[in-house]
C-alpha cells in the first residue's frame, strides 16, 4: 500500500498534509481522521462522518501509526480538503 502512494515509512511519522487516516481498532473504530492543523503538542484532525475534531497527541498519533491503530488511506485532492478545511474552522469557531 506504501508504494502505491509513493510514501515512505519515515513519512509516516507525522501526519501528512491532506492526509486522510482510517482508524482501524480502539474506541474511534471506523472513523476517518484528516488532518488539519498542528497545535502545541496535538495533531488536530477532522474525524468523518461525525464531522467532530479530534485532538491526538503526538505520542498517540506515533504510536498509533506503529501499533497498526490507523493507517494513511489517501492524500486527498485539493478541493475536497478544502471543503473538510472549512467544515473544521467553522466547528473550531463554534468551541
Known sequence: MLSFFNLKKTDLSSPRRRGAY???????????LVFMESINSEYMFLSLPKMIIRKVPLDAFKRGIKGKIIDLVKVLPSNV???CKAQYFKLKGNK
Open 22 to 32: 482510517a482508524v482501524v481498532t480502539g474506541d474511534y473504530v471506523g472513523e476517518f
Open 81 to 83: 480538503f478544502t471543503v
